[in-house]
């Protein structure tokens, strides 16, 4: 097949969002990260002294702490030539007229006001540092839904934060968790009343706009017994010739017998690292859902855990990864289980095309005492070309000999005799490869609302043009 | 009639990765509306001559030509070729997991037309053709060949035949791998799309049996040894060749 000029038809021109704003900022940190930029933030929020002190203690862990050898190359990323906060307006809008001109008119562009109206219980934007959007459908706010920026969250329901931040994701955790706690900013804080079932999703938005901007959302979901919540989260920035940095961290608790699912369709320029951690944990029959799309980014490292803690818990981790040019996709998921009749599932599918690399990295561990539990990992990669690269390193620790263990992983390459075939039925040569590409993420599209699943595949399409080499 | 629908002149093809000749010669003329059969042992190149003619890309011809319509194809990719009303049904059809049929048809359909097809005008086409076939409609909504059985796979690639109506069919051991009653449902569904085109459709009908000869009657038959077609004659030439066999026919080429 002919090799086509992939990187023309892929530069950065091709990013559908890779469009910038003139923005006037209300704040903006120096570079770099020190304590006089963590005392800037806090005091920047007037927050309580608790959490300054937290911010303090994590600062100080993040600055002693070694950086990961494992994972992608890091050698790009430099905390001097960062940003760590920037105030792009002042306060919530709780309606889009409240929200400044270009940033209301970004999410515009991005589609956001329009899907509120149509599929979505309630809608966070956030813009560089701060959330500049928030609302929720105010049948979900009678029955006690709670759906905030995360500032206004610690400001409101001080005592709620207090009680759950750090627990499910402590700063300790990781080099990226304690940089993310100490200059944490934005991000969504949710609570669901027991018994509440929200049958229609809550979405944020995460923009970055600014060059060498760091983005540290910090995102806290409260699932109270018996409730029921969808959050969907979606991120795209600008291309810069820089590197700029996003390390958000979500923190899940899901009680007994509840049930939530978090999306992400991550679509960063492709010069965004992305180091996120996502962990929730799980009580006695309830259950929990990762499903990750990592579209965009230069670096994403990232693995989504659920802690399955109570008898009869259940997670499942579901990801798609694509790698094009330039790109590494470190994704996977964790599942641990620590009581007994758990279940976890982990699908994992990635594409890598040209230079682009994709790894699993995946950890399944059954914790002495948590006796039928039972687990399937099975990842997938898909190679579209002979340069494109995939790993997998699944990690499995296992303490009890009745824990029924399933791993399969495949590795395939997009066949000249699927093109032939498709082709022969009058498809291009790029169209037959998107069809191939579809069919090998179908099995994790349809678990996504249709709108996602749409935007999905128009992504998908979109990269895949002019790519089969 | 005149110029003939296809005219292969003395083609020569190798597989390009290692410069294998493996058809040294082909000869062969269909005209509008004729169908034609051809046999021949295994690994004579039937298979390779009607992938060559569907542009695929690991064959390359070092010599002679393709003419369609008294064109040279090829130049042309696959998908042109498609365009231009070539069809392959597959010996081995290709399984494209996670893309449903009816997907995979509608996409396909479109790619011949100027405009796509109203979807509800694709739903009743694709059911007519489905009862046509003797298909579960249910199963549209199953993945390309995924999975399928032998027989599933070349009912399926009829089905697309069907669906697509080209100029020009090229039927590789349709017939391989149904069972009998399979193989009148596939042969009835070959001639009724045959008739309903009637000189707008000529077929190329590879395959191994008289079998399938006995429900759809070539207009000529041609063997196929070593990369050539060695002998052209009516239909009684794959009588003659159940009967005495391929040696008959290479001792013939031989004289
Ligand atoms: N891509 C290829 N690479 C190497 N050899 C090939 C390739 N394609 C065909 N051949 C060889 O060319 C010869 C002809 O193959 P072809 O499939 O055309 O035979 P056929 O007549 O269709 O046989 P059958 O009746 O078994 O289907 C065989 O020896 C085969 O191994
Ligand atoms: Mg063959």
Redesign the pocket.
């Known amino acids: 097949m002919p090799q086509n000029d992939v990187v023309a038809q892929l530069g950065l021109d091709e990013y559908k969002y890779g469009f910038r704003d003139e923005v006037e900022y209300k704040f903006k940190s120096r570079k770099g990260l020190d304590e006089e930029i963590v005392r800037q933030v806090s005091e920047q929020k007037g927050e309580p002294e608790w959490m300054l002190k937290t911010r303090l203690k994590a600062l100080k862990h993040a600055l002693a702490r070694p950086w990961p050898k494992w994972g992608g190359d890091l050698s790009g990323l430099n905390f001097d030539d960062i940003y760590f906060y920037i105030r792009p307006s002042d306060g919530v809008g709780r309606t889009w007229d409240e929200v400044p001109e270009t940033i209301k008119n970004t999410f515009e562009r991005l589609g956001i006001p329009d899907q509120e109206r149509r599929i979505l219980a309630g809608v966070g934007a956030q813009y560089e540092s701060e959330v500049v959007y928030h609302s929720l459908k105010e049948e979900w706010e009678k029955q006690g839904v709670i759906f905030k920026g995360m500032d206004d969250g610690l400001r409101d329901h001080e005592d709620i934060v207090r009680e759950y931040f750090g627990t499910v994701v402590p700063y300790r955790d990781n080099l990226f968790a304690a940089v993310n706690t100490a200059v944490w900013s934005g991000g969504s804080f949710v609570y669901v009343p027991a018994g509440v079932k929200l049958d229609m999703p809550l979405q944020a938005y995460f923009r970055i706009n600014a060059e060498s901007m760091g983005q540290f959302e910090r995102t806290l979901i409260i699932v109270e017994e018996g409730a029921e919540v969808q959050y969907i989260e979606g991120c795209t920035a600008p291309s810069y010739a820089r590197e700029s940095f996003h390390s958000g961290v979500i923190e899940i608790i899901v009680k007994e017998g509840a049930r939530s699912r978090y999306t992400t369709i991550q679509n960063w320029s492709h010069n965004v690292y992305n180091l996120v951690t996502q962990r929730a944990t799980v009580a006695r029959d309830a259950s929990h859902e990762w499903i990750d799309g990592n579209l965009g980014s230069k670096l994403t490292m990232k693995y989504p855990s659920v802690y399955l803690m109570g008898e009869g818990a259940r997670g499942e981790i579901l990801s798609i990864a694509y790698a094009g040019n330039g790109q590494h996709q470190d994704a996977g998921g964790k599942a641990i289980h620590m009581a007994p009749h758990t279940s976890s599932r982990i699908v994992s599918k990635s594409i890598s095309r040209g230079s682009g690399r994709s790894s699993y990295r995946g950890l399944l561990r059954v914790d002495p005492g948590a006796k039928h539990a039972r687990s399937n990992v099975e990842c997938d990669a898909l190679l579209l070309d002979e340069e494109a690269r995939t790993d997998t390193y699944p990690y499995i620790e296992v303490e009890e000999a009745d824990a029924s263990i399933g791993h399969e992983a495949t590795v395939s390459k997009i066949g000249d005799e699927q093109l032939f075939y498709l082709m022969s039925r009058g498809l291009s040569e790029d169209e037959a490869a998107t069809m191939v590409v579809r069919g090998f993420i179908e099995p994790i599209a349809k678990e996504l609302p249709l709108e996602y699943a749409v935007e999905l595949n128009r992504l998908i399409e979109l990269e895949m043009e002019g790519s089969v080499g | 009639m005149a110029e003939p629908l296809v005219k292969i002149v003395d083609l020569h093809a190798e597989?390009a990765?290692?410069g294998?000749e493996?058809l040294r010669g082909v000869n062969l003329e269909v005209k509008e509306g004729e169908i034609h059969a051809i046999m021949?042992?295994?690994?004579?190149?039937?298979?390779?001559?009607a992938k060559v003619i569907s542009g695929h890309p690991?064959?390359e011809v070092t010599e002679g030509d393709v003419l369609f319509r008294g064109e040279s194809i090829l130049d042309m990719e696959p998908d042109d070729r498609a365009r231009a009303g070539i069809f392959l049904a597959f010996?081995y059809p290709v399984e494209i997991p996670g893309v449903s049929i009816a997907n995979f048809l509608r996409t396909s359909l479109n790619s011949h037309r100027d405009e796509d097809i109203d979807i509800f005008d694709f739903q009743d086409l694709l059911i007519s053709k489905m009862e046509m076939l003797g298909m579960d409609p249910a199963f549209a909504e199953r993945s390309v060949n995924d999975g399928f059985s032998g027989g599933e796979k070349k009912r399926n690639e009829i089905l697309q035949l069907a669906m697509l109506e080209p100029t020009l069919a090229v039927m590789?051991?349709t017939d391989s791998g149904l069972d009998i009653d399979a193989l009148k449902i596939v042969s009835a569904g070959i001639n009724q799309v045959k008739q309903e085109h009637q000189n707008d459709m000529s077929v190329l009908l590879?395959t191994?049996y008289q079998r399938m000869l006995n429900y759809i009657t070539p207009d000529f038959v041609h063997v196929?040894l070593a990369g050539r077609v060695v002998r052209s004659g009516g239909p009684e030439l794959a009588l003659a060749l159940e009967e005495k066999g391929y040696e008959w026919a290479k001792e013939l080429s031989l004289a």
């Open positions: 597989v990765e290692d294998t493996i021949g042992p295994n690994g004579s190149g039937k298979s390779t001559l690991a064959y010996q590789d051991e590879i191994h196929m």
